[in-house]
């Protein structure tokens, strides 16, 4: 079985043991984690996020430019539905938060885009878990994009603003 299959193998199967242990190992696992991040099945663009925050945290210079890829992926110019990177740029932040300080405010700054704003709250709440100082800064920015009529979104500013406060939330 190669790489790929192998990849691809243990993230259907919930494989989370074998997979951090595979990504730890052998950086050459990213490459077919970034493919699944697109994937159909959303616990596997779940699984594929966390295991590129973990290969982020023992590989940081691949780290940097998986952080890099992703943004891009952000980017109008890149053509490509970026979206579904935004999991994996939280689970890099939550893993490394010093790797990813400098991508917050980049990050924070998409707000504006209605079909970005729910998940980029959601990765930026991940990186409030590790370091809420890092987020805190860009709340006041934040804010003004939340739709308020929204209970979503609201929910979603409220559990973040509480994160970036220095609190811990359980609510999914």
Known sequence: MGLREEVSALLRQGHEKALADLVASD???????????WDPDADVRARAAGAIGLAAEHHTALGIEIIRRLMWALNDESATNGVYGIPALGAIGRRNPRLFEPFVGPLASM???DGLRLELMGALAAVAEADPSLVAPHMERLAQYVDGSNPEETGAMNRLAGLARGGTTHDG
């Not at 950086?27 to 991040?37: D, E, I, N, T, V």
Request: glycine share 8%; no cysteine; proline share 7%.
């Open 27 to 37: 950086r050459r696992a990213l490459r077919p984690l970034m493919g699944r991040l």
């Open 111 to 113: 707000a504006w885009d």
